[in-house]
């Protein structure tokens, strides 16, 4: 069975979507363009180990294929942990925005009446 | 003469509907929340140096293979500067780190469970991890990912240009998530 990127990228984005729901907006165009590329380089991996079995001189063997999976995985969670940081990043955003309105607008009022 | 401000205060939060006004002014008097790390010029630095030292021996490695020049063990030393620069990146980072870890957003460790890479699973009673935790496991990360490039090296006896692509793709995703967090705690400070 032949797998295209665009199969992948479907299948990894849905996931992506799911787990970070509340957050896609923020994470959305960081998210999508690793998916892209992480999604191409699976089915590179698939590809090269494919035309190694026609051709020894060319590709790599399963054997590499898997090792090369592994350091995707790799790849993969640091992309996760880059997603969680960009959802508290903007957090801290929001949070420090609005904690500069109550400095500044109630700040005075409040201090007038202690 | 003018009351100790102490007395009067408490005697305001006792009235309800000054709570959630203290509440207010208390955090309002917060300069700043932090929920992330603060930027680290030598993370990014380090990576970087990394990253262009890598490519550049890719290159060499694609023109040399099938020669000995190509070969594994003639490279050995290319592999023990670039880990001593990774192990200085990660002893950094761990000197920062409270050795709590790192933990993805809650909804990311319901959804994804046990599909989770044990690394980012939660330990039994872990409800938390901190961001310093979080760079340490990246460059953890980079530094594992360049002990398969060595093994790939070794298994292959050279790299040619397919597997040459292939590793530097993947490496450079793994380096360009550390550098994404990086760039916005520094576009945030």
């Known amino acids: 069975m032949t797998v295209n990127v665009d199969q992948v990228l479907e299948a990894v984005t849905a996931a992506?979507?799911?787990?970070?729901?509340?957050?896609?907006?923020t994470i959305s165009t960081y998210a999508?363009?690793?998916?892209k590329k992480m999604s191409q380089q699976m089915v590179d991996i698939a590809a090269n180990v494919a035309k190694h079995e026609v051709d020894a001189s060319q590709g790599y063997t399963a054997e590499v294929g898997k090792m090369l999976m592994d350091m995707q995985r790799l790849s993969t969670v640091n992309v996760l942990i880059a997603m969680s940081a960009m959802t508290l990043v903007a957090a801290q955003q929001a949070l420090n925005a609005m904690l500069e309105i109550v400095k500044n607008t109630l700040g005075g009022v409040i201090g007038a009446i202690l | 003469m003018r009351q100790s401000l102490i007395p009067s205060l408490i005697k305001r939060m006792k009235q309800a509907w000054f709570a959630p006004l203290f509440l207010v002014l208390a955090l309002g008097a917060c300069s700043t929340v932090t929920l992330i790390s603060p930027?680290?010029?030598?993370?990014e630095a380090g990576?970087?140096?990394?990253v262009q030292d890598l490519s550049s021996f890719l290159?060499?490695?694609?023109?040399?293979?099938?020669?000995?020049?190509?070969?594994?063990?003639n490279n050995i030393d290319f592999y023990a500067t670039q880990i001593g620069l990774l192990d200085g990146l990660i002893l950094r980072a761990e000197a920062q780190d409270t050795g709590v870890g790192c933990l993805l957003t809650g909804k990311a460790i319901k959804i994804l469970g046990d599909k989770l890479p044990a690394a980012l699973r939660p330990?039994?009673?872990?409800t938390t991890g901190t961001p310093e935790g979080c760079s340490l496991m990246m460059v953890k990360n980079i530094k594992a990912q360049l002990g398969i490039i060595a093994n790939i090296h070794?298994?292959?006896g050279g790299l040619n240009a397919d597997a040459a692509k292939s590793v530097e793709d993947i490496t450079m995703q793994a380096i360009r998530a550390v550098l994404t967090v990086e760039m916005l705690k520094k576009k945030g400070e």
């Open chain 2, 123 to 126: 330990k039994p009673g872990q």
């Open chain 1, 32 to 35: 999508e363009t690793e998916f």
């Open chain 2, 154 to 156: 070794k298994a292959m």
């Open chain 2, 59 to 73: 290159v060499k490695m694609q023109a040399a293979n099938g020669t000995a020049a190509g070969k594994y063990e």
């Open chain 2, 47 to 50: 990576v970087t140096q990394y």
């Open chain 2, 39 to 43: 930027y680290d010029e030598k993370l």
């Open chain 1, 16 to 25: 992506g979507k799911q787990v970070f729901a509340d957050n896609w907006g």
